[in-house]
Nanobody
Framework: QVQLVESGGGLVQPGESLRLTCVASGFRITAYTVSWYRQAPGQERELVAQMSDVGRAKYANSVQGRFIISRDNNKNTVALQMDNLKPEDTANYYC????????????WGQGTQVAVSS
């Protein structure tokens, strides 16, 4: 059974840090592009950070310099280190793994809640 399970969310104050982790099971992430998305109430889901199968990363402008995405293909995990959190980072964060071959393999986790408030 293919599954992505996120953890590490919580309530923090502005300026603090959180580390989100996504554990994949039922498949190997090695060839997949892995991403973190977020969705705040009443807003569309947006791409936060993405890493290709060869380790090339890109970030949304709003998190550049504060967030770092990483992957461990041996452990089949993806992480998002979030530093200097701001209230506008408050959202549900989702892990995604995507691979396009003859068909599209597109897997999502259930999400983890991040709230930044003083």
């Amino acid at each position: 059974q293919v599954q992505l399970v996120e953890s590490g969310g919580g309530l923090v104050q502005p300026g603090e840090s959180l580390r989100l982790t996504c554990v994949a099971s039922g498949f190997r992430i090695t060839a997949y592009t892995v991403s973190w998305y977020r969705q705040a109430p009443g807003q569309e889901r947006e791409l936060v950070a993405q890493m290709s199968d060869v380790g090339r990363a890109k970030y949304a402008n709003s998190v550049q310099g504060r967030f770092i995405i990483s992957r461990d293909n041996n452990k089949n995990t993806v992480a998002l280190q979030m530093d200097n959190l701001k209230p506008e980072d408050t959202a549900n964060y989702y892990c995604n793994a995507r691979l396009r071959l003859l068909v599209l393999y597109d897997y999502w986790g259930q999400g983890t809640q991040v709230a930044v408030s003083s």
